[in-house]
């Protein structure tokens, strides 16, 4: 009969992590992100985590660039 509250017990821990990475992967998706395995590709910004091997990247486009110190750059985040 002990034996059957471990197992209860084990059974919750699994179900908490499968809900978590679930919960992450849609807060990803509300961020306008994707989520890639392990690094962004190259002219995507990294925002969050989906899992314990999938990061939360954002694709960005550069509207302005300028060479004087007092102007900031902006950067609009787009969709695929």
Do not use: D, E
């Not at 890639?36 to 954002?58: A, D, E, K, T």
Request: glycine residues 4%.
């Amino acid at each position: 009969m002990k034996i059957l509250y471990l197992l209860f017990a084990v059974f919750f821990l699994v179900l908490q992590a499968f809900s978590q990475a679930q919960n992450s992967s849609f807060l990803c998706k509300r961020l306008w992100g994707t989520c890639v395995l392990r690094r962004c590709p190259p002219n995507w910004r990294f925002i969050g985590r989906c899992s314990s091997v999938q990061v939360c990247c954002v694709r960005y486009v550069q509207l302005s660039t300028s060479s004087r110190p007092g102007c900031l750059q902006t950067m609009v985040h787009t969709s695929l």
